[in-house]
């Protein structure tokens, strides 16, 4: 079995827009619902999941390894430009780190990358 370079390309400017836009998105909600006690973690569900959409737009059209790897950049730059606008506290950190999962989910669930179906 040899080892093959993987090398795939990731579109910076796009994994930029997205990780911004789902933070900045998700602040603009919390500015328009009034942030009451009952909506305020709601505000960090809504980044994670718009992280999410947004990994699966910028995947559209890649295959393979890049897939996953543009969904972590996607996931990365979303939860360090939110911690740069939310701060280092523990609930922001934890939700740092479900914001780089949900990156990579959100760009491979559902498009059968089995085993099976990667070039070997």
Request: proline share 5%; charged share 10%; glycine share 16%.
């Given at each position: 079995?040899?080892?093959?370079?993987a090398?795939?390309?990731?579109?910076?400017?796009?994994?930029?827009?997205?990780?911004?836009g789902?933070?900045?998105?998700?602040?603009?909600?919390?500015?328009?619902?009034?942030?009451?006690?009952?909506?305020?973690?709601?505000?960090?569900?809504l980044?994670?999941?718009?992280?999410?959409?947004?990994?699966?737009?910028?995947?559209?059209?890649?295959?393979?390894?890049?897939?996953?790897?543009?969904?972590?950049?996607?996931?990365?730059?979303?939860?360090?430009?939110?911690?740069?606008?939310?701060?280092?506290?523990?609930?922001?950190?934890?939700?740092?780190?479900?914001?780089?999962?949900?990156?990579?989910?959100?760009?491979?669930?559902?498009?059968?990358?089995?085993?099976?179906?990667?070039?070997?």
């Amino acid at each position: 079995m040899s080892i093959k370079q993987a090398t795939s390309q990731i579109p910076i400017g796009a994994v930029l827009l997205a990780g911004a836009g789902a933070q900045l998105v998700d602040d603009a909600a919390y500015l328009v619902l009034p942030p009451t006690a009952l909506l305020a973690p709601l505000s960090g569900l809504l980044a994670i999941l718009l992280t999410a959409g947004a990994a699966r737009v910028v995947t559209r059209g890649r295959t393979g390894p890049a897939v996953a790897r543009t969904g972590l950049a996607v996931g990365v730059a979303s939860a360090g430009i939110g911690l740069l606008i939310g701060g280092l506290g523990l609930v922001a950190i934890l939700l740092a780190g479900v914001t780089v999962v949900a990156g990579v989910a959100g760009a491979v669930a559902g498009r059968g990358l089995t085993r099976g179906a990667l070039p070997s």
